[in-house]
């Protein structure tokens, strides 16, 4: 977290979103995406990987969808605020599904445990975010 | 586009759109994605980058979407069906608002033209894709 | 490959590799990232995953290294050649190993046969372009 | 880093490297991909981005390695040991060059310092990895 905040204070150009929840959702889509590529992997080693086929492919989904919503809000010049938007709308789907699916299995398999509150974490942050508010020009860009 | 093909067609599950929009798809993903992270490269080299900085950043932006799209589009196994319709409806978006970025500079950066027209017909391929059938439960999976 | 050609000519830096070899690499890398998605996908699809999980383990981490390889191979500014230089050598050994994975279950699965082949075409791209030379300075870079 | 705690621990299969050290790796190369990634975008806003266009280019390289070498850290499951022992060398070697560009920045942005010191930890996390052992079989897997 101390990273993310550092690196999010000290762009010259001033985020679209509340820096505290900003951060906090930039966390929980990297934290989001290690936790599904791992349970993607945890699932195809158990004893039956077929039953947790769609598992494994929301997991990869999920990864991949958090892994370019945790990019996409780190940078923070001129973005559009549409396509933002949308991206962490998608990314808290992508983190719903996923938890649903890990739900089934989480009474058996731990992992699916414990990436199922990854993903809820993380759809919880993207919700939080909020609308992203105009980028202010870069002239009046802080410092 | 000959690849895509044979492993569309060898997936044991049937996949949930029409098998020639999907090859499609994917293929203009995939090469969105390289041009679009080659132009945010050729873009840092002209000699007035800082009129670009909104071309880099919504290339980079259409670069990771249309990535995780190319991916997400190349599973077959048991989607989630408005998972990836939002998803491929937000690739759709990307490719617009970064053709239109492109298009201001097209004039004067060859690789602006080019990343331009590679984001319109990822576009348009996403849009014709349209809505993703059911899945057909994998005991009734061909072969 | 149209487009990675053009995006390839109209950078103003001029590539660290000779042009047709750096256009067929990166064309391989982002096909063979694309089908090794897709051969873990069909592999979880199959009756017997368990019998795939090193299939589907490798095929996820080819795809990885490949795309990695494919964006850094299209970025042509003021590269660090030794980085380069190692990157392209692992993606090779990535290729090699999950080709012969996919080779053990290519009888079996025709994903598995046209996968091996796309990890043996970009092995061998790889393996074609040489050793990266010092970029030219800006100064002198074409047009 | 409890969840990538987590995650590790409830692998059916045990990791090819010493828990903790791999724990911190994991969690560095995620970090790291985060900094690399907001470097890269803070450049760009500078007055001056010509002036740090290489430092833009190995942020993005170093995005990538890392990405790809955190993913490939979080997958337990029947690895290819020399893959990851030269994976994760290459990781080291993507930080230390990205590290040394940002180093000729840090007196002047904050954010180059930042990613310096996040592009160092993750260099030392990496070497600090040590040789990967073969993996144990499944048969003797833990749990």
Known sequence: M????????T???APAFDESAL????EECFACAQSCT????????EADPKALARCIRLNLDCAD???TTGRMLSRQQQPDTELIRQQVE????ACR?????CAKHASMHEHCRVCMEACRRCEVACKALGTPTAPRAQQTARH
Do not use: S
Request: with cysteine.
């Open 11 to 13: 762009n010259p150009q």
């Open 90 to 93: 998608l990314c808290a789907l």
């Open 65 to 67: 969808v958090c892994a």
């Open 97 to 101: 599904v996923c938890a649903e699916e």
């Open 2 to 9: 101390h990273v993310i905040e550092q690196m999010t204070k």
């Open 38 to 45: 791992a349970c993607a992997d945890a699932c195809t080693g």
């Open 23 to 26: 951060m906090r959702c930039i």
